[in-house]
């Protein structure tokens, strides 16, 4: 059974970077055909995609969030890290991460979700 869980700190001050990290149990980063996404939503939103890292590293972000986004990971450690700059209140919401299945063409395994408040 794949986990994932979120860790980092619930409150950030604007302009400052966030960082989360998730970090996955279970399974591999490097499993094939699977990629690791960061999705978030804001209080009374929808959900928002934000990025992801696939099985070789690479990463692709949403075009909207790319000038302020990147996803890094730790194959030791079995962790990929999201890191927002120039954090605003806008960019209050809860945050996922995600894996994304090709066999199952949807997100097949989700963190809980971890509360960031950007506020000074």
């Not at 966030?18 to 699977?34: E, F, H, I, Q």
């Not at 894996?99 to 950007?118: A, I, L, M």
Request: proline content about 5%.
């Amino acid at each position: 059974q794949v986990q994932l869980q979120e860790s980092g700190p619930g409150l950030v001050k604007p302009s400052q970077t966030l960082s989360l990290t998730c970090t996955v149990s279970g399974g591999s980063l490097s499993t094939k055909d699977v990629n690791w996404n960061w999705i978030r939503q804001p209080p009374g939103k929808g959900l928002e995609w934000m990025g992801f890292i696939d099985s070789n590293g690479n990463t692709h972000y949403s075009p909207s969030l790319k000038s302020r986004t990147s996803i890094s990971r730790d194959t030791s450690k079995n962790q990929f890290t999201l890191h927002l700059t120039s954090v605003t209140p806008g960019d209050t919401a809860v945050y996922y991460c995600a894996r994304w299945s090709v066999g199952v063409q949807g997100y097949d395994y989700w963190g809980q979700g971890t509360q960031v408040t950007v506020s000074s």
